[in-house]
């Protein structure tokens, strides 16, 4: 099994935020198996202010890469992106489009 940690903002207005929380709560059918298809065993998303950090816990098969194909090709999934985009921000520094940032681990116990 493979773990990523990955972080994005929110934008900072707290209804915003609350309405995400509140799409996160039960997320569609569709958007569960899209992930699972992709070789993600589990995902969680945590939050601190507007900070989100989401762990990613995925079977050896697993790449960022096919699942972007996938996504690319879902329009469930595209319908989806679309609709949380209205509430995410890009972390400055990185690049154009990107949303969710894949960190770099640099402690284990």
Do not use: C
């Not at 207005?13 to 709560?25: A, C, G, P, R």
């Amino acid at each position: 099994m493979q773990r990523f940690m990955l972080i994005l903002d929110l934008k900072n207005e707290s209804k915003l935020i609350e309405t995400y929380e509140n799409y996160h709560k039960n997320i569609p059918a569709h958007i569960a198996e899209s992930i699972r298809a992709s070789g993600i065993e589990s995902m969680e998303i945590f939050r601190f202010e507007n900070r989100l950090v989401m762990e990613i816990v995925a079977h050896d098969h697993f790449s960022f890469e096919k699942k972007q194909m996938m996504d690319a090709s879902n329009s469930k999934v595209q319908e989806w992106e679309q609709l949380m985009s209205q509430f995410q921000q890009v972390i400055p520094g990185t690049s154009k489009g990107q949303k969710w940032v894949l960190t770099k681990r640099i402690f284990k116990l």
